[in-house]
């Protein structure tokens, strides 16, 4: 499966949240972004990958809140 693409921050956190299982992350984040982001989502079980950008790979498809 082809990861959906995020063009931010926001748009990322939402399909997270919402069930989407991989998330590719087609933006630029400072280090304090990427670890507050990656901290909230591996916490919650995902693992991330660097491909020519950022991906989000969930371990299950259950329905998490948005921290945005």
Known sequence: MK???A???N???E???S???KVEL???LSSDEFF???DY???RGAKIVKKQNYIVKMNNSRHIKNPG
């Open 36 to 38: 507050t982001f990656t």
């Open 15 to 17: 399909m997270l949240a």
């Open 41 to 43: 989502w591996c916490e």
């Open 3 to 5: 990861p959906a693409k």
């Open 26 to 28: 087609c933006f630029s």
């Open 19 to 21: 069930g989407q299982e």
């Open 7 to 9: 063009s931010d921050i």
């Open 11 to 13: 748009e990322a956190n």
